[in-house]
């Protein structure tokens, strides 16, 4: 009996069709979409990218980028209002490739723009969910600060980079405690604080996150501290050889809490230019329900939806990153603008993302509130990104090419601003102006204009030349009470200006000196 078989174990049955799921297409979904929005993201920062000449802080950067690497660091080291040399060396290696036209030096920044939104993103999808990482790619796509700073030539599309990618690995340092991870986030904290002094403001709320919650990630203080120590170490290394730490020392020196409740309300406009950009003012109602979304994205990370690869301590992790370097830099005493605070734009995109699918997630009488808020949030985006897509950053190299169609020889050219010598590296002057007709006032900043210093010069230019070009930059604080242009208006004749630039003629030169009125 016991081998005898069933005549129906033979029978072979058919397979039931497999049923597809939602989850099954979640991932295939998910990358279809960012690839979508990588292109464009990078539509958005392409656009308009070389019709801007390079403004001051881009010529600047092409200027130091032109030097050979010893001869950079050499001059990194002596100057002193310069930042380290990490954006430096990597836009010069990138210039050996690309050129150094202006659509090749903002190319660069497209670059890292572009791989923000692919890092948010990733980072976005493993700690909140595939969801929330998709919206925060989309939120990061369409942030005007960001879009504009990926089409400028300085290191404020890398910050962002290299503060997502400090979280991945602590992250991945705090999940698996393996020497890759610690070297990698050692290796990314240095360079990062070797490409501006705020970054530092980075490493600071990572210390502060783990302070609030050292029982959970007790095992890998030490080695976080480990990775701290290469941070650091590049730090001290170069403000100890190079002549910023002079004015570092300047700046520690002047904090105080008096200050930093005087800069309180300035915050509120850096922090409002990170959210709309800094070439469009929104309504008051606009910036309050902004600030009340991103106020219900950190309770909701505290108290429900956690960054799940570091549970139970990852509450704290998105309001550390947002709150941490904007308080360090109200405190210190320097100028309260939105580019040094660049490194919280993508805690601010999660944020907002994680707030939109909790709603999706928490009930299905919130969830009806999910398009309604998506939806505005992206027109609150969008509106202000059209105009900031538009804006022509700097006409400078235009105006140097109609001062070399226009100029004659014998002409003057004044320079009524400082620090024009660093575009003049890029833009050149016409051949015709010398160092004996060309004047610098004022000839330097602080402290600006002297009028008693810059009247001789005046009448030298008079006597000297029948016709004088001025070209100003940074009026406001070279020569704020505009003693240059009032001075020439009594004493010359003006002609209508080019994007600024204005030629004075003067009929004889035994009148020079009496009032004339404008023709």
Known sequence: MSNLKSPISNIQYPIAPSVLRASDLRFPISAWLMVVLLAVAFAIRVYHLGVSDLTFDESASAFISAKPYPEMIQYLLVAFQE??????????????FAGRSEFALRYFSLIFGVLGVALIYRLGRRGLGTGTGVIAALLLTLQPFHVYYSQDAR????????AMAMVFFFDRLC????????LAFGVVSGLAVLTHYFMSFMVAALFVYLLLHARSHRRILLPWFGGLAIAVA??????????????????LRGISWQVFVERLAPAQGMLRDIAFGMHWRPPPEWWMAIVVLV???VLISIFSHRWRTLRPGGA?????WLIVPSLLLTLVPWPLEARYNAAIVPAYCLLLALMVTWLWNWSKYTRPLTP???GLLLYMQVTPLIPTMNVVKSDYGHIIA???GHARPGDALILNGDWQWVQLKYYPAPEIFTPTNTYWLPGQTPPGLDPQQARPQLEKALAASKRIWVLPTAVEQADPKRFVARWLNEHAYVTPSYKGLTLYTVHKPSAAFTSLDPP
């Open 402 to 404: 109609y001062l070399r």
């Open 316 to 320: 704290w992790l998105l309001p550390a």
């Open 155 to 162: 290191m404020y599309s890398l910050m962002p980079v290299e």
């Open 295 to 297: 106020v219900a994205g």
């Open 234 to 251: 590049a730090m001290v290394a170069w403000l100890f050889t190079s002549r910023a730490s002079h004015l570092v020392e300047r700046v």
């Open 175 to 182: 999940h698996e405690y393996k020497l890759r991870w610690w």
């Open 83 to 96: 930042l380290p040399p990490g954006y430096y060396v990597l836009l010069r290696a990138w210039e050996f």
């Open 372 to 374: 309604v808020i998506l």
